[in-house]
């Protein structure tokens, strides 16, 4: 009998550790993530993979034949004028959005953060609201507000004198329109982060500044700023990336017009690959730098909110 | 769209409000703040007023005085003729599917999988949560053409799979609800063991129950993601009736025969934002308090 059993014992696993429940649990913990796994690795991993491939092909319209050109499509893109256009126009759009936006942002919750006795729900309401609308609403209201003739925005301006241009079809303000329209949509959540910041920042240094004779001002520069710095770097960032994506305000109030005043990277990613003679190989290139760059701005923020830029 | 925020770890002080870089509060000295904060927020808010008024006003007299749009007489009928003019019954339904269905799948499975990296041990569980985090960096703009082609190859061009599927999981989901998982105690568990409840139970009537408040805000996130989404949508449906609301009302404008019907597409850019507007109405605090934690929306 105790023959047997040694005889047993030999086939079992020998890490004590390890009983066979735990690896049922195992096979379980994979069926729990199964659904994320397989979507994430579909939609997101494999199409890295295919969009790298794809843009090292030429592409036909039709049918999907495919020839293998290398880099060829990097080499037509980075000296194509249009590419360069589009560059441009997706930088323009970023220092005029991000600097303002913020800005704007961080008064206005300076605003918000003092304490009010009542109504103070009545404000955040009427503040933070561009947050719930999408870019295609967001560009809608604005065309209309945009409207050379009957637009809010050129009678408001003949009120006072001024006779508003053709905004969305003049070559000097369309850009200028349509970054409006996107700091609009985006403020609302700006303001979420930069009052969220500033409710972080420890009471005990205002007091401790008040007992120093600071002033308001003086408070602001030498105490909010400096505190907030970890807030305005993640702002930066984040406004940075999704200006590098705008895209549903540009659809919608001009198409990346006027010629192509306003046709930034994303813009021309979409109309190269859906829109007339479909160059998928050629958008997919383009594709790749415009996530190049997206990626090192979202690993620049992931490293930095390591060390924090100047925390208390 | 895609970063995640330092304040992930550290409490939202939203009801704090005390003190700040201002001063004293006085009762009296209140007033020229409340009259600013007023203003500006009239400002931010003032398109979307606009829209709303505008919906209400005959067409005539908006194009004849687009400031007559703050008195009556108002009307109905631009919301007649948006919801004649166009299918947009079916473009609204078509939303909701795509919303619903998006919706619920993300929460579902962002609470599946987030339970499975806060609390089992398994091999490959740090190398899996990087690649799901990861995930989060990877632009759209990367992903959508070759999501395009094999979307169309599998048939799913204007289907509510193919409006659908690519979403169906949330990487942003997983992280946030994994955070509030990490946080229950560990001895809640083990004492759910010893006392042989299984894994299944545990999550879902102990975890899930105490992570309400976590998961009520990615719902919110979720549901406005979803519901405003416009690239995807507009390269993978051409067909009119499968629409989302967010395209409707984009072909409603590039129509040429409808485009200068200010009220009608006002009428429909009302409709289209109202589902999202009632959320945040409903909910504002959930969602900033949302936003604020995890620097992240929809």
Do not use: C
């Amino acid at each position: 009998m105790a023959e047997v059993v040694a005889e047993r014992r030999k086939h079992l696993p020998v890490k004590k550790d390890a009983p066979p429940r735990r690896r049922r649990r195992h096979w379980r913990a994979y069926l729990y993530l199964f659904p994320t796994l397989v979507i994430i690795g579909a939609f997101v991993y494999y199409p890295i993979v295919e969009s790298f491939r794809l843009s090292l092909n030429r592409v036909a319209p039709f049918g999907g034949t495919e020839i293998f050109v290398g880099l060829d499509n990097y080499t037509r893109l980075l000296t194509s004028a249009e590419f360069w256009n589009n560059v441009e126009v997706s930088m323009w759009f970023m220092v005029g959005a991000v600097p303002v936006g913020i800005a704007l942002a961080v008064a206005i919750a300076l605003l918000l953060s003092y304490p009010v006795r009542r109504l103070a729900w009545a404000h955040r309401m009427l503040i933070f609201v561009p947050v719930v609308i999408s870019s295609a609403v967001a560009g809608v209201l604005f065309r209309w507000l945009y409207n050379p003739v009957v637009g809010h925005i050129n009678t408001w301006l003949e009120f006072f004198g001024i006779q508003g241009p053709q905004w969305l079809t003049s070559r000097t303000w369309a850009l200028f329109a349509v970054t409006v329209a996107v700091v609009w949509r985006q403020l609302g959540f700006n303001v979420i982060i930069a009052l969220a910041g500033l409710q972080q920042i420890d009471e005990s240094y205002y007091e401790a500044a008040k007992v120093d004779g600071a002033g308001v001002w003086d408070r602001i520069r030498y105490i909010t700023l400096p505190l907030l710095s970890p807030t305005l770097f993640f702002l930066v960032v984040v406004n940075v990336i999704i200006s590098l994506q705008a895209f549903g305000e540009i659809d919608i109030l001009t198409q990346g017009g006027p010629g192509q005043a306003t046709e930034n990277l994303v813009y021309s990613v979409f109309v190269d690959a859906f829109v007339g003679t479909r160059l998928r190989g050629f958008a997919s290139a383009q594709a790749f730098l415009l996530a190049l760059m997206i990626i090192a701005v979202s690993f620049i923020q992931f490293r930095g909110f390591r060390k924090r830029v100047h925390y208390q | 769209m895609t970063v995640v925020d330092q304040a992930v770890t550290e409490p939202f002080a939203a009801e704090k409000t005390p003190d700040r870089a201002f001063g004293e509060p006085r009762r009296w000295g209140d007033f020229p703040l409340h009259a600013s904060l007023f203003f500006i927020g009239l400002a931010i808010s003032m398109p979307i007023f606009v829209a709303f008024f505008t919906s209400f006003t005959p067409l005539g007299q908006i194009l004849a005085d687009s400031n007559s749009i703050w008195s009556p007489p108002w009307t109905l009928r631009n919301y007649v003729t948006a919801w004649t003019a166009t299918p947009f019954g079916r473009f609204m339904v078509n939303s909701f599917i795509q919303t619903g269905v998006i919706t619920i799948a993300q929460v579902l499975f962002s609470i599946l999988a987030a339970f499975a990296f806060a609390v089992f041990r398994f091999p490959g569980r740090s190398a899996l949560f990087a690649l799901v985090l990861g995930s989060l960096m990877v632009p759209f703009e990367l992903t959508f053409i070759p999501n395009f082609v094999l979307i169309s190859n599998l048939g799913w061009a204007n289907t509510y799979q193919g409006l659908t599927v690519p979403f169906l999981a949330s990487a942003f989901g997983v992280f946030m609800l994994r955070q509030f998982f990490m946080s229950l105690p560990r001895d809640l568990y083990d004492a759910a063991k010893i006392d042989g409840a299984s894994d299944w139970y545990y999550l879902w009537r102990v975890a899930v129950p105490l992570s309400r408040g976590a998961i009520a805000a990615f719902t919110i996130f979720s549901f406005l993601g979803a519901w405003n989404q416009y690239l995807w949508p507009l390269v993978i449906t051409n067909e009119e009736t499968m629409r989302t609301a967010q395209i409707g009302i984009r072909f409603f404008l590039v129509n040429q025969e409808r485009a200068t019907d200010w009220g009608a597409i006002m009428a429909g850019a009302v409709i289209v934002m109202l589902p999202t507007l009632l959320v945040f109405l409903v909910a504002q605090k959930q969602l900033v308090k949302g936003i604020a934690m995890t620097g992240l929306k929809g």
